[in-house]
């Protein structure tokens, strides 16, 4: 999904939201897992790890504390956002 989302940021809203900047948007995946995609083949995770989208970056080994109006709080760190996409495991 994060790396869906990347993509998106990338190519859709550099393409259709002129009033958007890409360069301005972030996707943070938080994971309590300790790597990337922990649930296929350990190559694809190193892969999905090497490859570096606009603004992303990986929160791995720690669990999402609190979620409000102002964005999330993990491990003690408030992650600042205007858009929390959520899903199920």
């Known amino acids: 999904m994060a790396g ?5 940021v ?3 809203l550099r393409s ?3 009033r958007i900047d ?6 943070i995946l938080v994971d309590m897992a300790a790597r990337v995609l922990g649930t296929f083949a350990e190559s694809s995770g190193r892969r ?3 490859t570096r ?9 720690h669990a999402v ?3 409000d109006e102002n964005g999330v ?3 003690g760190e408030r992650i600042a956002s205007k858009a929390v996409i959520w899903t199920p495991v």
Request: without cysteine; glycine residues 6%.
């Open 22 to 27: 890409p360069r301005s948007a972030r996707v």
């Open 65 to 67: 504390d609190q979620i």
């Open 16 to 18: 259709e939201f002129k």
């Open 10 to 12: 990338r190519t859709t």
């Open 48 to 50: 999905a790890s090497a």
């Open 53 to 61: 989208a606009v603004g992303r970056r990986a929160e791995l080994g």
């Open 4 to 8: 869906a989302i990347a993509v998106m």
């Open 73 to 75: 709080v993990v491990a």
